[in-house]
């Protein structure tokens, strides 16, 4: 909110961003009728783990715990180690060097702070995809650069285009699931590179694959921007951005990482040091137990794969298409009338469900149906949108 401060007689001082309101807030009256159904609300909106933390992290985060001094901005080597390895055991990428990694409280901040950090301002175009998560257009914001959604470059016109100094991915994408192939992936490499512009990937759900991209099925692994088979092994104007908080329950810690791009890294380490944006350093002995245990993400993946498979069946008997829907924790689904229509008519079933106006105008008429709920409550909602379509 921009608060008005006098400050002198006759004269005023502006404070504070002109941002638009938070949008969930938005949700408070349906949260009212949802909470009113006889057998209780079941909330489906917001991505956020409740299953517990993995033993083994809480006990490296405990032994960590004795830490009187600084940690460092660039995390410790042994982490950042740790980090390089990930990378080359899940997600296909060699020859990335431990310097140009580091890590980030959480991946939001780093989302909503890299426009800023990488110096952009006014004039400046930063491109994010037309139905995304919303801290992309905010970071263009922080920076007071121009935010522009599109899927491709080749929507922007020549001047739009010749501004475009950020172009950020995501995927497996946040709402609705889409997962970026390797030629297209390469596409937006090469394009980028044509005009001088940093192509950040933000690739949180990459070990949450379902069909296609599931391996635990037969599916390929989703590629990440710093494969070789995209970049062909030169991370130059390439970040990938990475969070522990789903594959590990791990969003209470803050635990995320950003990597890549050798040339840049140097200038966004020292200008965090400068701004103390620092990660604990208990939460970094974390992350490398973390990352180094497998086990527990595919037993958390098998957990979620269940609820998709029950709510899948749910809602397609209740009427609605999903749509995309390729990885991630969310099912993107229509039923066919205007998003808001769709949300009172679940609210009416004691289920709260993500508004996909949320994420853009492309997302009008859908719904963004999350699977951070426990077996209990996905399990209520099923059976809840099963008996609506007999009504």
């Known amino acids: 909110m921009t608060k008005t401060i006098p400050k002198q007689p006759g004269d005023t001082m502006t404070y504070g961003l002109n941002l638009p309101e938070y949008p969930w807030e938005a949700l408070a009256p349906y949260r009212a009728t949802a909470a009113a159904h006889p057998d209780g609300p079941v909330d489906l909106s917001i991505g956020t783990p409740v299953d517990p933390t993995p033993q083994n992290i809480r006990e ?3 032994a960590a715990s004795d830490a009187p001094g600084y940690p460092t901005t660039h995390g410790t080597p042994a982490l ?13 990428v060699t020859g990335l060097s431990p310097d140009a990694i580091m890590p980030t409280v959480g991946s939001k901040e780093l989302v909503a702070w890299l426009p800023f950090l990488l110096g952009l301002g006014p004039g400046d175009v930063v491109v994010y995809p037309r139905v995304a998560y919303p801290t992309y257009d905010m970071g263009a914001r922080f920076a007071h650069a121009e935010s522009v959604p599109a899927d491709s470059l080749d929507e922007l016109d020549a001047d739009t285009r010749s501004r475009v100094k ?8 946040n709402p609705n699931g889409v997962v970026r192939t390797v030629e297209q992936l390469r596409e937006i490499v090469a394009q980028a590179r044509e005009i001088g512009a940093v192509v950040a990937s933000d690739e949180c759900y990459a070990e949450l694959g379902w069909g296609a991209w599931d391996e635990a099925r037969g599916g390929q692994p989703v590629p990440s921007i710093l494969d070789p088979r ?3 092994g030169d991370f130059t104007g390439l970040f990938a951005v990475y969070s522990l908080s789903k594959q590990s329950n791990l969003a209470g810690y803050r635990a995320a990482f950003i990597a890549g791009a050798p040339e840049l890294m140097p200038n966004l ?3 965090r040091k400068h701004a103390g944006m620092i990660v604990p350093a208990p939460v970094q002995a974390a992350m490398m137990v973390a990352l ?9 993946k098998d957990l979620y794969r269940a609820r998709r498979e029950v709510l899948e069946e749910a809602i397609t008997a209740a009427g609605g298409r999903i749509e995309d829907s390729e990885a991630g924790l969310y099912l993107w689904t229509t039923f066919g009338e205007s998003t808001w229509d ?6 009416e079933l004691g289920i709260i469900a993500g508004p996909g106006v949320f994420y853009g105008e492309d997302g009008e008429g859908y719904v963004r149906i999350a699977l951070t709920a426990s077996d209990e409550a996905v399990a209520k909602a099923a059976e809840r949108l099963k008996a609506s379509a007999s009504k």
């Open 292 to 300: 180094a245990d497998e086990a527990h993400v595919a037993a958390q």
């Open 80 to 92: 950042r180690e740790a980090i390089a390895e990930w990378f080359a055991r899940r997600r296909g």
């Open 230 to 232: 995209v970049c062909d």
């Open 166 to 173: 950020l172009i950020w991915v995501n995927s497996p994408a």
């Open 342 to 347: 769709s949300i009172g008519r679940l609210a």
């Open 60 to 62: 490296a985060l405990a």
């Open 269 to 271: 380490i020292n200008s």
